[in-house]
């Protein structure tokens, strides 16, 4: 069955330059210098970005931080509550954005 999001895709991930070598370049170097230790550890920043895949529903990107969480020491607990975090934010984003909402109704009832 055909689907939108081929698995394999993933390992192609690489050869995203083949149509702009030089912004893929660029694009690599900042990426790998983002998820380096810094202030944030390497496994922090992996956290961060298997929750933010979740929040993008990036199915390639939940793959890729599945396994490279798991990879840097992280259990399914921790992984989940990741999860859950992205998904309270975005949740809660959407909810804040009822005050325009409310505003509006408001403006239009006077």
Do not use: W
Not at 49 to 71: R, S, W
Not at 81 to 106: C, D, F, P, W, Y
């Amino acid at each position: 069955m055909k689907t939108y999001y081929n698995p394999q895709d993933l390992k192609k991930f690489g050869n995203i330059g083949e149509f702009q070598k030089g912004l893929a370049e660029k694009f690599f170097d900042y990426y790998g210098e983002t998820f380096k230790d810094g202030a944030l550890t390497a496994r922090e920043k992996s956290l961060i970005a298997l929750a933010v895949a979740h929040t993008l529903q990036c199915p390639y990107c939940i793959d890729a931080y599945t396994t490279d969480t798991l990879e840097k020491g992280c259990d399914e607990e921790q992984m989940m509550e990741a999860v859950h975090v992205a998904a309270a934010i975005r949740s809660g984003s959407t909810l804040v954005h009822g005050v325009q909402m409310m505003n509006k109704v408001k403006d239009l009832s006077m």
